[in-house]
């Protein structure tokens, strides 16, 4: 339940596959690790990658009297875990659902999950700015401290897609935390050496027009997607890796910022 959650960071992105849920999950995951108490709820009903980025595919969740209780990643219970994927029998499925099941359903998952108290709810939502973004963000106006995240990658066209959902952002009144470049080129597991395979730096320059923070650029790095299949953290695992840099410095700025009571 909502009530329960001190602070909402959703994580938006104008295209699919720029990496919102490798973010949301590591941004979750570091928050862990931090010593913080996090929920992860993943609300693209017609994409849900997170169980399949945790390696979670194979739980279900139960509805307990007051609600659904998450997929718990560890026995503390410090990660609790929500996606329309533990309801699929296969990740294969597809949700076919028309506007207002869809916007029910990401109702029930805002009000109906018994997350217990919640330093941090990590909202991973589907690419664009549709029905069921307008509904998120209607719900969590009850809210103190929310702010979005918004991820991108390189390219001009999905650079393009991220003033989209500035303008979503500034319309509906969530305050924009920052952006973040992914698939900044690609770093050797090796050496570190980071190599520019696209261009980069378009996602500060936006950041610097718009005049919104930037958050750092992540690299490619094929650990992260294997780290997060065992549900660890890079900040753990790979501490000195560009990849953990960002995150150490994004958790940084959230601890920060609620201390201050700043959104
Ligand atoms: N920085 C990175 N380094 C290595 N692999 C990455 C990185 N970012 C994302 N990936 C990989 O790219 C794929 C797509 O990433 P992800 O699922 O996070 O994107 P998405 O934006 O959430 O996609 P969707 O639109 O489906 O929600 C995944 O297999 C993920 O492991
Ligand atoms: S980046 Fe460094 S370690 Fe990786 S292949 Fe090149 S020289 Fe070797």
Known sequence: MLEDVKRVILVLSGKGGVGKSTVSTQLALTLKEHGFKVGLLDVDLCGPSVPYLLNLENHSVHQGPEGWIPVYLDTEQKLGVMSIGFLLSSRNDAVVWRGPKKTSMIKQFLEDVCW?????????????????????????????????????????????????????????????????????????????????????????SLAEIAKIPFLGSLPIDPRVGKLAGQGVAAVKEIPNSNTSKVFSELVKHLTESSANGES
């Open 116 to 204: 217990q108290e919640l330093d941090f709810l990590v909202i991973d939502t589907p690419p664009g700015t549709s029905d069921e973004h307008i509904t998120v963000m209607e719900n969590l106006r009850q809210v103190p401290q929310c702010s979005a995240i918004l991820v991108t990658t390189p390219q001009e066209v999905a650079i393009e897609d991220v003033r989209k959902e500035i303008t979503f952002c500034r319309k509906t009144g969530i305050p924009i935390m920052g952006i973040i470049e992914n698939m900044s080129g690609y770093e050797c597991p090796v050496c570190s050496e980071c190599t520019n395979i696209f261009s980069s730096g378009g996602g500060k």
